[in-house]
């Protein structure tokens, strides 16, 4: 019985650090503005409303982390990858979340 229960509500957290060892592209959904205040470095800042019809040119990564100031704008930037077909999409939250795995 408690199985079910482990299985339901077991977690489904990404290893962001393990993606990024691994050379997944980060890219940065805010605005060249807000970008430029600060990012994650090596990111690529690529603004939400750009998203969709750059989607053919990140194909070519194995992984993809997206970022924005809150998670919400990351959160429909891989919503709209993976309707363009990329399933390697992950959802990093906050540029400063992503940066907190970023090896210096």
């Not at 691994?22 to 990111?43: C, L, P, Q, Y």
Request: aromatic share 6%; net charge positive.
């Amino acid at each position: 019985m408690f199985s079910i229960f482990k299985n339901l509500f077991k977690s489904t957290a990404v290893d962001l650090s393990q993606l990024i060892k691994d050379g997944a592209a980060i890219i940065d959904v805010r605005s060249k503005a807000e970008f430029a205040t600060g990012h994650v470095k090596g990111s690529i800042n690529i603004p939400l409303e750009q998203i969709a019809s750059n989607a053919d040119k990140l194909k070519k990564h194995t992984a993809i982390i997206v970022c924005c100031r809150s998670g919400n704008r990351s959160g429909m930037a891989q919503r709209t990858l993976q309707s363009k077909g990329l399933k390697n999409v992950t959802n990093g939250g906050s540029w400063q979340n992503v940066n907190q795995y970023i090896v210096k």
